[in-house]
């Protein structure tokens, strides 16, 4: 993945210092853009390790329309914790506009059904896309995310935002905004989220995965990130591993975990770093 690490070379070279929500503190540009084709194998970083059963676990979570954080302890992820009240919830985020976005009778659209039935009978569409900023239920700044979530909202506004699909010649291509993207630590988990989304949907709608496209808003590395950043640029990239799916489940929302095989991924280690809330 060198795009990544062009992103990170370019935030240090180009980042203007700005202070944030979080009280950490940020370098930061405005609006880049990167590309990645899936034929040339799964885009998990190898300039450090990650967890990927975080990444399809939090999927696969999203997609079940779940927002408390229980199920995702059971599995062994804990990326959620620190925005969750003590009962686990975290409001209506991604799972709930994704799979119920409420509808002013009181009913809720299931956009990840819109776009699965689209991709199967109308894949020339150019309107193939769910987002996740629902403009009434977006928290106060003001207020922490455990108060925005007893108050009825999300936790955190989403910030893997818009995702559009793209059928032609067979193959399915993604492209995802971030509006805000934490380069260090949740880029490389949106990056291979999006990867893995979109491979999934190839296989329920018979194409072939193509190419994945991110667009990040304010493209930041926190401050106390940079020593992480700058040993992860000094580090040689490797051939990136492949996904297999073991099993053709019958629809988007049965996937496990123990549907994916990632081969040959051979990572440097792990750079810990904390996570700004
Ligand atoms: N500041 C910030 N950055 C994010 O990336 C982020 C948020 N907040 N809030 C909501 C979600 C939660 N996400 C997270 C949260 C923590 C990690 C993290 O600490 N990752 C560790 C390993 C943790 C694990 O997988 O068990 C890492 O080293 O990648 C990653 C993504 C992505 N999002
Ligand atoms: O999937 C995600 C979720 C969150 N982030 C990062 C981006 C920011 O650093 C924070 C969110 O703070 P805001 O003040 O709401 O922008 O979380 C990410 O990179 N990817």
């Known amino acids: 993945m060198r795009q990544y690490l062009d992103l990170l070379q370019d935030i240090l070279d180009h980042g203007q210092r700005k202070e944030d929500r979080t009280g950490t503190g940020t370098y930061s540009v405005f609006a880049r853009q990167f590309r990645h084709d899936l034929a040339d194998g799964f885009p998990l970083l190898t300039t450090k390790k990650l967890h990927f059963k975080s990444i399809a676990n939090e999927l696969i979570w999203f997609l079940s329309g779940d927002t408390n954080t229980a199920w995702l302890k059971e599995n062994g992820v804990s990326i959620w914790d620190e925005w969750a009240t003590?009962?686990?919830?975290?409001?209506?985020?991604?799972?709930?506009?994704?799979?119920?976005?409420?509808?002013?009778?009181?009913?809720?659209?299931?956009?990840?059904?819109?776009v699965v039935n689209c991709l199967r009978t109308n894949p020339d569409s150019r309107r193939i896309l769910f987002h996740g900023w629902n403009v009434e239920y977006l928290p106060d700044e003001s207020m922490s995310p455990q108060d925005n979530v007893r108050a009825g909202r999300m936790a955190l506004p989403p910030c893997h935002l818009l995702y559009q699909f793209y059928v032609a010649a067979g193959r399915l291509s993604a492209q995802l905004l971030i509006r805000s993207s934490?380069?260090?630590?949740?880029?490389?988990?949106?990056?291979?989220?999006?990867?893995?989304?979109?491979?999934?949907?190839?296989?329920?709608?018979?194409?072939?995965?193509?190419?994945?496209?991110?667009?990040?808003?304010?493209?930041h590395i926190y401050s106390n990130h940079l020593e992480q950043v700058r040993t992860q640029l000094q580090r040689a990239p490797r051939a990136l591993p492949k996904l297999e799916l073991l099993r053709h489940p019958d629809s988007i929302y049965d996937y496990r975990f123990e549907d994916f095989a990632i081969h040959g991924y051979q990572p440097h280690p792990h750079i810990a770093a904390p996570v700004a809330v």
């Not at 979109?198 to 991110?214: F, N, R, S, V």
Request: hydrophobic share 35%; glycine share 12%.
């Open 86 to 114: 003590e009962s686990g919830d975290l409001g209506p985020i991604y799972g709930a506009q994704w799979t119920a976005w409420p509808t002013r009778d009181g009913g809720s659209i299931n956009q990840i059904d819109y």
């Open 182 to 219: 934490d380069s260090f630590l949740g880029l490389p988990y949106n990056t291979a989220s999006l990867a893995l989304l979109t491979t999934m949907l190839a296989q329920q709608c018979d194409l072939e995965p193509g190419e994945i496209i991110i667009t990040t808003g304010d493209s």
